[in-house]
T-cell receptor, first 116, second 113 residues
């Protein structure tokens, strides 16, 4: 079975400061990891993914995420937060395809609030 | 540009009525998914399809059904709407194979009174 934990329901950060949104996962085999962002009254938008290779993945809007296999984590980061980054962030994990299954498991989401 | 659309965007219905939510994608993706989003639960998978005539149950499929007659559409039907099905529903699609991200529609807010 695969699972994702986003330990913080809400993260508050001042504009211009670095931000981190945490994600830990559990999966059999090598993981595929994803981050999505959801703005109010909108669907989820893909930010970035980890497949293999470099542990630091760069994505849209200046976001990046660090894969740490030993800690089974995939934290989302940004060096300098913007007020417009305020949104709901979802981490998702998928194990290797099993019998053609492509179903990811999503975390419960973390609300990021960036204060001016 | 390719896109994924959902209709209606808002729907109010009465308990016991049958309701169908539409999902249409022009990405030509084989994989399509339906989720519901509720506060405190995140996204929960209702049904999914890997291609025409293929449908599969997700973790919260009771009271819902889907059919896939073509690549572009995966309508979600609530056979007899219940107040517990008040939620925001999202459709998503993805390419087959590994490890493709999902593209989400804008959502349908359903209220069952």
């Amino acid at each position: 079975a695969q699972s994702v934990a986003q330990p913080e329901d809400q993260v508050n950060v001042a504009e211009g400061n670095p931000l981190t949104v945490k994600c830990t996962y559990s999966v059999s085999g090598n993981p595929y990891l994803f981050w999505y962002v959801q703005y109010p009254n909108r669907g989820l938008q893909f930010l970035l993914k980890y497949i293999t290779g470099d542990n630091l993945v760069k994505g849209s809007y200046g976001f990046e995420a660090e894969f740490n296999k030993s800690q089974t984590s995939f934290h989302l980061k940004k060096p300098s937060a913007l007020v417009s980054d305020s949104a709901l962030y979802f981490c998702a994990v998928r194990g290797p395809s099993t019998g053609g299954s492509y179903i990811p498991t999503f975390g419960r989401g973390t609300s990021l609030i960036v204060h001016p | 540009d390719a896109e994924i659309t959902q209709s209606p965007r808002h729907k109010i219905t009465e308990t016991g009525r049958q309701v169908t939510l539409a999902c249409h994608q022009t990405w030509n993706h084989n994989n399509m998914f339906w989720y519901r989003q509720d506060l405190g639960h995140g996204l929960r998978l209702i049904h999914y399809s890997y291609g025409v005539q293929d449908t599969n149950k997700g973790e919260v499929s009771d009271g819902y059904s889907v059919s896939r007659s073509n690549t572009e559409d995966l309508p979600l039907t609530l056979e007899s709407a219940a107040s517990s099905q008040t939620s925001v529903y999202f459709c998503a699609s993805s390419e087959s194979g590994d490890p493709y991200e999902q593209y989400f529609g804008p959502g349908t807010r359903l209220t069952v009174t």
